[in-house]
């Protein structure tokens, strides 16, 4: 009863809210393309009557949300953005900040922001997903001992083969120094100085002649079943979505996983800015955060919609096994180093600088 009454408030809110603004008005979702897209499309989309939303893809950045709240001409209305740019985007008031109290509670009342688990940076954002950058191989790509932590990707003789990475520092930084011995608790701490951002590049040294660089979420899978690599970073999702979906041998290697958040953002005058809300309220809730766990294996932001994948395996919608899969399990996290947006809000620019530097040479 009281969840159905917190609905009820709830919508009658938003539809006060909406009498305000565009009521019925297309709303624009601006995200990353490709099985991530298609799951917010079938989760968050296909399951929303209120208006039409039309989604398109780009490539990341503020700088398109930059010309247009600059110039007065709001095209977008939503966009998915990374927690980095998640932070400078609401510093920089390229983002609305939004009514906290709107927003769905979990089944035991727990509020939107108390259910989310990490911190939520600002009143911009409302939760998505967690994903992760993991290391890869074919199951039969080696007889005997099988790789199994961050330090044997970075182990060319033990493991030899030549190695897939991301053409960008984000992630690769870390798991360099945790596979050359820092403690995940200092990861942050060492990368906060010069000498151990030298640390982290001579790292990267060990494998740099054996490297093949990709940038497209797709090409780590296509080096990796072609044998042209080894073994290979990529997305959880990727990996995820070959195995449950397709049966694809990939043996995915948890150790040093470095771990992501991503949120949804409303840009600053939008015209749709009701139905937009409207939507953000809808995609934000935990049943339908569970949803998209039916497509993707990205891990759900609000603990109450891990539960609800718990209670309901076998969840993907194959009719396979999901939380194995999923990156913010508990079962996956004793080695998981979570990535500290405001440190690459911070030091992103230099760090980007380096590696492209590196990269080069």
Known sequence: M??????????????????????????????????????????????????DVNMISYNGGLGEIRAQVESGNVQWDIVDVFPHEARVGCDEGLFEELPRDLFLPAADGTSMDDDIMVDVPNDCVVPQIFWSYVPFHLGSTYEGEQPSTIADFFD??????????????????????????????????????????????A????????????????KPLELVSSGEVAMSLAYNGRI???????????????????????????IKGTPNYAEALHFLIHASSAEQ?????????????????????????????????????????????????????????????????????WMAK
């Open 203 to 218: 790292k990267l040294d060990t494998i740099k002649d054996d490297v093949v660089f990709w940038s497209s979420g797709a």
């Open 2 to 51: 009281k969840k159905v009454i917190t609905k009820t408030l709830i919508a009658s809110a938003i539809s006060t809210a909406m009498l305000a603004g565009a009521v019925q008005a297309d709303v624009t979702l601006v995200s990353w393309g490709g099985g991530y897209s298609a799951s917010q499309q079938k989760a968050y989309v296909d399951t929303y009557n209120s208006a």
């Open 156 to 201: 060319l003789e033990k493991f030899p083969g030549k190695r897939g990475i991301h053409t960008w520092g984000n992630a690769l930084i870390e798991m360099a120094l945790y596979a050359d011995g820092v403690a995940i608790a200092d990861v942050y701490d060492v990368m906060s100085t010069d000498e151990g951002m030298d640390r982290a590049f």
């Open 240 to 266: 995820g979505g070959a195995i449950l979906s397709e049966g694809a041998d990939f043996v995915v290697v948890w150790d040093g996983q470095v771990l992501e958040e991503e949120w949804l953002v409303m």
């Open 289 to 357: 955060q569970a949803g998209q766990a039916h497509y993707i294996n990205y891990g759900p932001m609000r603990a109450s919609a891990i539960d609800i994948l718990e209670a309901g395996e076998p969840w993907f919608h194959t009719g396979a096994t999901i939380m194995e899969h999923m990156p913010n399990t508990p079962a996956l996290m004793a080695n998981t180093i979570v990535a500290d947006p405001v440190w690459w809000a911070d030091n992103g620019a230099e760090a980007a600088d380096r590696f492209a530097a």
